[in-house]
């Protein structure tokens, strides 16, 4: 056996799992072979009284699946056929386990995650570490799948039906307190008894048989479940229309519930694997774990990372502008334990940014976030000033000031004559090109845009722009900077608006331009948030400010890269909503949306005047291939001018970004999904309802016609 180590103590198995070559447990094909092979052998050995199962590396149970191995199988088409067959083999295995005639109890020294706690599930009696690393979750439903080896039918049948369903659904882990609580454990234990614990137990109970095979047993609380009124199927099932079932899971797992607790185990368990294989075939799975999981904890490694550079690690930091963006990348970067010099026009402006800070790292200390010594030392190491001298120690210097070319000429002049001659400088603009911000400097080779979103705090992407002198040097020590901000990089190639604000430009934008299409706003914003968008165009627009966004437009214009910014119809809707009706955004008191002092927000009721409705509504289906395909095109169009290189940071940029839906696995992924072909033709048609900005570009027509993907398939040498 190669990954379990076996023992018997005073007539009990130890079944020690210890997975080679990694320090935590998973569940590969090869241990589940070997548990099963062993416990058939155990059945029928008379010198065995009982069995424990645990893990014999220092750390951990089981961590679940290995999602790489899932993915590649998903990359080379798992049929349904054999997606029930993985589901049955740990089913068979655990129902081994559950059945062997002799009691088997699980030492659970830590993570005891997905199909690892199922195979606990699976036994009679549970002794957990009370070590607060020791958490128990099923957490399949957050890659879009759900707990195929039994734990949609055993957790509700250990802990009742109400409370299981919120553990399969939110898919978050319980610590040991929990645990005990939920009766998802029997026994907490220090680390170092458990074994003996577990053993004790063995030794005490001989005829072990879990309650669900006793005859007549039933679910505590199968009126939980009832429709309509049941508090929880009624939450599951709004949901799930609200996202006209883009995220199939929940809805499945439901299913397994609902259907597995009026059914013994045998049938339960049949049931369960069906709705597996469904969702392992599709789509979103598959998209959601690629991206979000694969692709996401590559570029968290740096993959990309141009080679041959030391990895560098930063200590002082300039951020200049104190403002939304700027405060937040001097917070990050001082809990990151970095000093930061936070400069702003006065000292007074810089000053208040800090108080500010203040207020904002006390709040996320009294919300259990952040360590009340770590904000403190955070705190302390932002130093406000005005004094250019401050930049003197500085390795790298970031512009975070006004979007405005002159400003950020101004204050880029006077940072280079007080910041050492090797220090980096990067921009934070949204809009500006990299490359002309880079000819105000005076080494364009160590200039770069490191581009954050707001909140910083709260979001993970960093768009990270190379200029057209920016060199390999300079690029691999963003990328360390990014990785010591604990964010995660995405590489792209400087274009107006590079990618994420180019493709979130087309969804404000189709979003105004199907009001002057005589839509109802109301059905504009739906339609987006049906599509899976966090936000409709209208109220992110009012967000972001409709005069900004004039004055951006103005600025590209002056400075000759409009054509990239095409706005055509949607920026002269974006004139009249600031210049004639003066609604210029939520922060100046309204614009699409008013928002009444007593909080929350309504459609202005002026829309309806000026864009009058059209008396034929499209449907929301037609709406939301709107919203999804003019991003997908925009994309596709960044692939095409060099812009994007990898297609993963086009899905990361998107979903980590902008909010395009993780479903979709992200903006690339979406077409692949389709099918290229598919999506073309689907945006000719879109182009002959709704107008030319949807047709395909020679370009990507050809790569139609030859079958071509965004994502290349991994090589088969993988599997
Ligand atoms: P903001 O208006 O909140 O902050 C700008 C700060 O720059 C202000 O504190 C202002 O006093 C300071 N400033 C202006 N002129 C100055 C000068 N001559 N010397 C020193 N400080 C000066 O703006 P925000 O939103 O923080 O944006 C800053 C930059 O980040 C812009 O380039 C923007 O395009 C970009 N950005 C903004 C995002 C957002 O969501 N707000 C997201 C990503 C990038």
Partial sequence: MQTIK?????????????????????????????????????????????????SAKARGFIAGADLMELVEAFEHGTSKVEAREQSAYLQGLTRRIETLGKPVATAIGG?????????????????????????????EVSVGLLPGGGGTQRLPRLIGIAQALPMLLDGKPVGPQRALELGLVDELAAPEQLLARAKAWVLANPDARQPWDRKGWKPRDLGSLAFPHGPLTSRILQA????????????????????????DLDTGLRIERNYFAQLL?????????????????????????PQGFTSRSFTRIGVLGA????????????????????????????????ARLADELARAVSRGQLAGDKAEAALARIHPTADYAELGAAELVIEAVFEDLAVKAEVTARAVSAMPADALFASNTSTLPISLLAGQFPRPADFIGLHFFSPVERMPLVEIIRGRETSDATLAAAMDFV??????????????????????????????????????????????RQAGMPV??????????????????????????????????AIDLVKTMVNEFHRPGR???????????????????????????????????????????????????????????DAADADLGSTLGIGFPTWTGGVLSYIDTLGLAAFVEQCDGLAERWGERFRPSAWLRRRAETGERFHPRPTQAGN
């Fill in 240 to 263: 799930h229309v609200a996202s006209r079932g883009n995220y199939p899971a929940p809805l499945a797992i439901l299913s397994c519930v609902g259907e597995g607790m009026v059914v």
């Fill in 483 to 528: 990785a010591q901000l604990r964010k995660t990089p995405i590489l792209v190639n400087d274009s107006p608006g590079f990618f994420t604000s180019r493709v979130f430009g087309s969804f404000v934008d189709e979003g105004f331009l199907m009001l002057e299409d005589g839509i109802a706003p109301a059905l504009i914003e739906q339609a987006a």
């Fill in 323 to 354: 403002g939304q963006m700027g405060a937040g990348i001097a917070r990050v970067a001082a809990v990151a334990g970095i000093e930061v010099a936070l400069l702003d026009a006065s000292l007074e402006q810089a000053q208040a940014a800090h």
């Fill in 587 to 645: 922060r100046a008191g309204g614009g699409f949306y008013d928002y009444p002092e007593e909080g929350g927000k309504r459609l202005w009721t002026g829309l309806a005047q000026h864009w009058p409705q059209a008396s034929q509504q499209p449907t929301l289906e037609e709406l939301r291939l709107r919203i999804l395909s003019i991003q997908a095109l925009e994309s596709a169009r960044c692939v095409e001018e060099g812009v994007i290189t």
């Fill in 111 to 139: 993570l005891a995650l997905g199909g690892g706690l199922e195979l606990a599930l699976g036994t009679h009696y549970r002794v957990l570490s009370e070590r607060a690393d020791a958490q128990l979750g099923l957490p």
């Fill in 281 to 305: 075939t599709g789509p979103v799975a598959r998209n959601l774990i690629r991206t979000q999981f694969i692709n996401k904890a590559a570029a968290d490694k740096l993959v990309r990372r």
């Fill in 6 to 54: 076996f023992e018997i103590e005073d007539g009990v198995a130890l079944v020690g799992i210890d997975v080679p070559g990694r320090s935590l447990n998973i569940l590969t094909p090869q241990l589940q072979r070997e548990l099963d092979e062993l416990f058939a052998r155990l059945a029928g050995d008379d010198a065995v009284k009982g069995v424990v199962i645990h």
């Fill in 536 to 569: 409709g165009p209208l109220a992110v627009a009012d967000e972001v400010s409709l005069e900004l966004q004039l004055k951006v437009n103005r600025q590209a214009i002056e400075l000759g890269f409009e054509e990239r910014f095409q706005r055509g119809a």
